[in-house]
């Protein structure tokens, strides 16, 4: 009797790895989802709990190479269209965690969205104040540590 080989996995992957995955299009949601409802202080939350090594949730996500009639967006952030014939990750669960994840540290720095920064002096994250001082990091350069001369 042959095993049948099992569909589900409970793979883990980096934060960076999800940003791409958002950026390239790969990652989408699909209609059916509810907008992006979390209020500040949930966000905040979210990311107090990823900086202290926290369990915060995992994703439900579908892969597929059906596609559905998904947002093109997460959250405020418009999303590439992709070609047909690539599998695309569907999130069934985890869109106001992935949405926050991506805000906060995928998108760019004069992009809408949720800004955070991480405030050195009280060692706490807070929104991205319009005039940030020395002493605030925004967490959107985490990933884009590069700029062009």
Not at 60 to 89: C, M, Q, S, Y
Not at 112 to 118: D, I, L, N
Request: glycine share 6%; with cysteine; charged share 25%.
């Amino acid at each position: 009797m042959q095993k049948s080989k099992s569909r589900i996995n409970t793979d883990t992957n980096l934060i960076s790895t999800l940003i791409a995955g958002i950026s390239n299009g790969e990652i989408k949601v699909p209609k059916f989802q509810r907008q992006f409802v979390w209020k500040e202080n949930q966000a905040i939350d979210l990311l107090d709990s990823i900086a202290k090594n926290y369990p915060s949730g995992s994703l439900l996500v579908w892969k597929t190479k059906t596609k559905l009639k998904a947002e093109r967006n997460i959250g405020e952030f418009n999303l590439p269209l992709t070609d047909d014939h690539d599998p695309t990750d569907y999130i069934l669960d985890g869109q106001q965690r992935l949405t926050v994840i991506y805000s906060c540290l995928g998108a760019g720095e004069n992009e809408g969205g949720f800004s955070v920064a991480y405030d050195l002096e009280t060692k706490k994250f807070i929104r991205m104040p319009e005039q940030p001082s020395i002493q605030h990091f925004p967490l959107r350069k985490m990933f884009h540590t590069t700029t062009a001369c």
